[in-house]
C-alpha cells in the first residue's frame, strides 16, 4: 500500500508540467521530502520482510561480554543491557511494530469504511443508527480505548490492534459516509442511474474512486498513530513481551539507560519516529495529490 | 436556536448512555472473573466467594447488571474501587484540578504555538521557514509522548536544573508536562491552521481584496486568518480528547496526580470500576465540550450550521 | 497488588555497605555534615531540628493498615507510624522497644511481656496490655483481612491480660522465630480506639504509637506524617530516643525511574529509594549525592519449579537447566556488579547460611545437553527436544512491571535454555495471583522473601495438609518436612544450623530452586541530609535524620 502510494505521488508530478515550470524549487522540495519519506518507509518495510538480509547480527543473541558498548564499527548502533545488537534489534523488531501499524488500520480502516458505506448508501433509519454507534465510539479517546480493552484482554500483540482498530474506525466510517453522500447527488450518478446503471456497479465505478483518496490520506496517517498507541502501551506496561520486542517495547525497556547508554532507546525512539514522521509526510503529499481543487491550480 | 441546543442536548445525552453501554461491555463482557481477580481464592471459602459474588452483583445477568450500573450511574455513583473501597465519583473529583490543570495549559501551549507557526508556514509557503516548521509539526505528532517527556526531564531539570521533574503542586511543575503534551497538540494545529490558511488564501475574495489594494499585512491577518480559524474551534473539541488521553501517559511519566494516573494505576491494579469510571467520565467531558463547540460554531456562523448540519458529522 | 510478594517480612539484615560517593573527598570539603549512618556518632555537632524530607518511594503502598498490608513497600512508611513490642538489631539480638523485658515459659509456649508505662498512641490512646492484645487478636480475626502479619504471628493462639502492663502470649507450639517477628512493623501495634473507630478504613487513618503521626494520603501521590512531640521511646536501633529532628516526611510515589533520579539529581526530593543498578555507579560520582546500600536477607531472589509439573518433577531435568543456564552471566549484565549472585534458598546474612554452596553448581551445557539426552529428550529439527511428540517446554511466569529487572532474567534464560533445547514459553502477567496461585499455571515462577530467619523456608518448601494452597515448589518430602520442623524449636544454634545446612544442600542438589540475587535496598540522597538508618530487616528509619541548614 505505501509503495502504491508513493509512486502514485511521483508519478502525479511528473504528468504536471505547468506546475513544474511555475514553481520548481516547490516540487523539488516536495519531491525530496516526500522521496526521502518514501526511501524510508521502504527500507523499514524491507527490515519487516527480510530482516536476515539486513542485520548484522541475530537479535537474541545475548552475550555478557558485550554488553553496553556505545555505537562504533562492529556495533554501528551499540549494543544492550543484554549484549545484544541494537540495529540487528531494530531491524528485526519492525516487523512486529508495522504489523501492528498496517494490521490496525486495515481492520479499522475496512469496517469503518464498510459501515461509512453502508450509511451513507442506505440512508434512513441505519444511517442514524450506525451514526450514533460512530458517536458513541468517539466519545472515548483512543488510547483510553486502547487502554480500556488491554485492563480487559490483556496485554497481547492482537489486542492492540484491535483496540487500535476500534478506536480508527469512526473516522473511517465519517469520511467514508460524507464521500458517498457528495458523491451521490451529483449529476453524473443520477445520469448513470437513470440510463440503467445498477447500484453496484455505480458504487464502484464512481463512488468508490472518488471515495478511495481521502481514506488513503487517514490511513497513512493512521499507521504511524497506531504505532505511537502501541508503544504507549508499552510504557504503561500494557506491552507484549516477546523475543524480538517491537520498537515501542526496546524503547520503553531501554529507557531507563538514558542516561547511562542513551543509545537502547534513542535508536528505536528514532526508528519510531521516522517511520511516523514519514507516513504522514506520504499524507499530506498524498493529500495535495489528490486533492482536485490543488491538481487545477 | 433554543430548538438546535435542546436536540443537541438530547443526542448528547443519547451518546452518553451510549458510551456506558459500550465501556460496560468492554470491561464485563471480556473474559476473566473480576471476582477471582479481586481476592486472594485461597483464603476465601467457595461460600464466602458466592456471597462476595452475590453482593457485587457479578452473580446476575449481564443485562441486569448493566441496567443496576446505569441505574447508579445516573444517581451519580459510579461505584466503588475494588482495591480500597473508596468510591470512585468523589475520586475522580479529587484528582481533576490536576488533569484541567494540565490538559488547559497544555491546551494553550498547543493554540498559540501552533497558530503562529502555522500562520508563519503558510504564509511563507514552500519557503525554507515553511519547511522547517512543518518538520518540526511532524516531529511533534511523531515522537511517543513518554518519551519526549523523559528527554524533557533530563534536559530541563537534570542537567539546567530549571524545572522540578515531578509534581502536581505549583506552576513551575507544570511547565515540562505541558510543553511534552502541548508539543503534541501543536503538531495538529500547526498543519490544520496551514491547511485552512492556505486553502483560504486560495479564495477569490482575497483576490479581490489585493486586487482592491488593501496591503497584504490586513489581507493576512483581518480577513484570511479570520476564516481560517473557523474550523479551528471543531479542533478544540478533537483537542480536548486527545489531551485528555494523553495524560495518562504524561501524568505517569511526570508522576502527576491526575485522573489519567489514576486509571493507569486501576488498569495495573485490576480495579474495573475505576477503569470504567474515568473512561465513562472522559466520554461525558468529551461530549460537553464537543456539545459546547458544535453550539458555538451554531452562533459563530449560521451559514456554516446549514452546511454542517448538512454534512451531518455531528461534531467534528 | 502483587500478590508476589507474599512474604513474611520476618527479619532482615542489614550488612553494613553504607556506599559512599567520592567518601574522602566529602570529608575534607563537608566533614561537619558528613552523610553517613555509621559515622554518626563521631558526630560533635548536635544534628539540625526542624525541615521537611521529601522521600520518593517507587511504588504505591497497598494500606497503611500494617496488618492488612502485604507489601515491603508499605513497611517503609509503617516505620514511622508505628511501633513493636521489640526490636531487632542487626546481629539478630532481641532489644525491648514498647515491652520493656520479657520471660518465655519452659516449654516455650507462653510469653510475658512488661510494657512501658509512659507510652500514648498519637491519638490520645493509652498504651497498655489491652492494646497489645487487641492488635494480636485483630490479625486472628478473620474479618480484619490480615495478609502477611498472619503468618508472622503464627504459633500465636491468644493473649492474657495480666495487669495493666503485663501481657502473657499464648503459643500453639514454640516457635524460635516468634520474637523476631514481633520486631516487625507488620506486627506493630495499633491505636484500637482508632481501629475500632475506622473498621476496614484504618488503613487511611493509621494511628500507632511511632515517630510521627499520620497526616493525610493522597492516593498514588504522597503520603505526609508529622513529628510525634510526644515520642520518647525508640529502641536501640537508633540513637536519638525522642521526638525525631524532622518537622515532617513527604513521601512521594515516583514509578518512573528517569524522574524519581532526576528529582533527587534536580535536588527536588531529598531522598529516592530503588536506584536502578545501572544508575548506581553514576549516582556513586555525584558530588551532590549520597548513596546507601542494604543488603536485605531472608530469601533471596529465587526461582522456583513446579514439582508437580512433568517434566520437572523429575530431579534430572532440574539439574539440566540448573547447568544449562548461566546464572552469572545474568547478574552480571543486568546487575552490573551492584547485585550479589545467589547460590543457596537463604541469603548469606541470613540466620544458618550455608557458604559451602558458594560456586558449587557451574555452568555446564555438555552436561544439561547429557542429562537431556539420558532422559530421552531428542533435538528436533527447530532445535527443540521432544520425547513422545511432545516438546520439552518450561513454562516460565513473571509479574509486570518488570521489578530489578525480572522480565530481563526471564528473557536471559530464554535464550540460555533455547541452546539446550528447551522451549522456554515467557508469561508476563499483572495477575500473578490467578496464574501462579490460583491455576498453578506455571513449570517456573521468581519470588524472594525479606526475613532473616530461617523458618521462613517453611512456607516454600514444607509439604502442605491436603486441600491447602501449594508452596511455590510443591516440594514434598518428608525427611526436609522433619527437618524444617525441628527447625521451629530447636533453640541450640550449632544444631538449628546443622538443621538449616541440610535443607540448603538437598534443595540445590536436587536442582528445586534456581537461586538469582540478594536485593539491596538502595536510597540515594542529597548530601544535606544525614542520619539515615535501617533496621534489621532494611528498612529506612527516620528517628535520627535531619537536614542541614
Redesign the interface.
Known sequence: MREAASVKTAWRTKRTPTTLQR?V??IV??RW?SLTAGAVVLFLIACALVPQWIAPYSPTDMQADRILLPPGSAYWLGTDYFGRDVFSLIVYGARESLFIGFASVLVGGVSGALLGALSGYLGGWVDSVL???V???????????A????????PGLWNIVLAVAIASLPNYA?IM??QI?SVKSRPFITASRSIGASELSVFVKHVLPNSLSPLLVMACIGV?TSI?TG??LS????GVLKEIPDW?AL??QG?GY??VAWWI?TFP?MA???F??SV??IG?ELRDALDP?KRR? | MAKVIAVRLL?CL???A??S???FC??YV???DVV??MI???SMSPEAIANLRHELGVDRPFYEQFLHYFREVLRGDFGKSL????PVLP?IF?HLPATLELAISASFVSLTVGLALGVLSAVHR?KPID?AVRIVA??G???????SG??L??IF??FL?WF?????NGWNTLVLPALTLGMLGAGFIV?MVRNSMLEVL?EPFITTLRAKGLAERAVLYRHALRNALIPGVTMMGILA??M???T??IE??????GIG??????????D?PV?QG??LF???V??IVNALVDISYAYIDPRIRRLHND????W? | ?R?GWKAPFIALFLIASTILSSCSASESKNGASFPSGASEANESTAPASGGELTYALAT?P??LDPHRSGLAVSVRVFRTIFDSLVAQLPDHTIKPWLATSWTVSPDGKSYTFKLRQDVKFQDGTPFNAEAVKFSFDRILDPATGAKNATALLKPYQSSEVIDDYTIKLNLETPSVAFLGNLSQAMLGIVSPTAARKYG??F??HPVGTGPYKFVKW?????IRVERNPDYKWAPELVDNKGAPYLDAIDF?????E??????V????VGAIETVPPQNVLSLKNDAKLQLFQVNTGGLPYTLFFNLSHEPWNDAKARQAVQYAVDIDAIVKSLYLGTYERAWSPLAPTTFGYDPSLENGVKPDLDKANRLLDELGWVKGADGVREKDAKKLVLRYVDG??NREKRNDIAAMIQQQLKKAGIDVQVEIT??V??VV??NQAYDLYGNSQVNSDPVALNSFYHSIAPG??PTLSHLADPEIDKLLEQGVVETDDVKRKEIYGKVQRYIIDNAVILPIYVFPYTVAATRDLSGLKFDSLGYPLFNDVSLAK
Open positions: 514553481t524549487p516547490k522540495v516536495a521530502m451514526m450514533r454507534i458517536d458513541v465510539i468517539m466519545t472515548i479517546p483512543g488510547v483510553l480505548l487502554l480500556a480493552v488491554a485492563a480487559g484482554l490483556g465519517r459516509r460524507g453522500l504511524g505511537l508503544s504507549g510504557f504503561l506496561g500494557l515501542g524503547l520503553s529507557r538514558l542516561t532507546c525512539g519510531i519516529t521516522l511516523v514522521l504522514n509526510v499530506d481543487r491550480e | 443526542s443519547a451518546v452518553v451510549g458510551s453501554v459500550l465501556v468492554i470491561l471480556l473474559p476473566g477471582m481477580n486472594d481464592p485461597s482495591v480500597n473501597s473508596e475520586k479529587a514552500n519547511i511532524l516531529f505528532i511523531s515522537m511517543p509522548t513518554f518519551w523523559i528527554l526531564i533530563l531539570s537534570v536544573g522540578p521533574a515531578m509534581g502536581s498543519r486560495g480528547g486527545e485528555l488521553a494523553g495518562v501517559v505517569t511519566v511526570f508522576s502527576r496526580q494516573r489514576i486509571i493507569a494505576d486501576a488498569i495495573m491494579a485490576k474495573l477503569v474515568v473512561v472522559t466520554a461525558i468529551y461530549v454534512r451531518r458529522s455531528g467534528a | 497488588m500478590k504505591s497497598d494500606t476496614d478504613q488503613g487511611q493522597d492516593e498514588n501521590s504522597d512521594k510515589i515516583i514509578p518512573e528517569a524522574t524519581r533520579i532526576g528529582s539529581q534536580s535536588g527536588q509486570s512491571p499483572k495477575d495471583s490467578t496461585y490460583t491447602a494452597r
